[in-house]
Structure formats: C-alpha cells, structure tokens
C-alpha cells in the first residue's frame, strides 16, 4: 500500500467523489485509510449510565485504498504514485511531477 498516515488525498469515487482530505489512519491489513471529515456516518450511542441520555455521534469509518489517489504536491491534482530508489533507499515519487512525498 503506497498511502500512508499524513498523505494529503482526494477521493476519485463514491459518494464524497472530490473531497481532499488527509490520512489520519492506515489500516494496510485491509488495504483501508481513515480519513478526516469523508465517510462520515451517524452512529447511535446508548447511554452508558442511568442520568445519561444516549446521542447520535458522527464517526468517520474508512474508506478502501482503491477509492483515493495522492494529490501531487506541485500541482494540487490527483497522481499515482511510484518507487525510486536513491541512494540505496526506495522513496515514493509523484508520478505526474515527479517530486517526492
């Protein structure tokens, strides 16, 4: 999985096609990233004691690593990314402009 935590990406399908949003979480496992503010769902929650009411919270829930692409630092738009090594270390690479991430 090329998408790691701090990544600034775009969602290229699906509901929220067009958000940017930055990776807050990789789940490399399952191939999934947690996004902030994309896949926000309304979630119930009970109460947990008896002066408590239960409320409905936003959760944000992941999204498949299919569904996103990097957002190029140079031009702001989407691009894949790529593996170059230098100096002995493999360094992931903006396809379209070729600057590193």
């Given at each position: 999985m090329k998408i790691r935590k701090d990544d600034n990406v775009i969602v290229i399908t699906g509901k929220d096609k067009?958000?940017?949003?930055?990776?807050?979480?990789?789940?490399?496992?399952?191939?999934?990233?947690?996004?902030?503010?994309v896949n926000v769902k309304k979630v119930h929650k009970?109460?947990?004691?008896?002066?408590?009411?239960?409320?409905?919270?936003?959760?944000a829930l992941p999204i498949h690593v299919s569904n996103v692409?990097?957002?190029d630092p140079k031009t702001g738009k989407p691009s894949?990314?790529?593996?170059?090594n230098v100096d002995g270390k493999n360094i992931r690479v903006s396809k379209k402009s070729g600057v590193s991430l």
């Open positions: 067009g958000k940017t949003g930055k990776v807050l979480r990789a789940f490399p496992e399952e191939n999934k990233i947690l996004l902030a503010g009970k109460a947990t004691k008896s002066d408590q009411k239960g409320q409905i919270v936003d959760k692409m990097i957002v894949r990314v790529g593996i170059k």
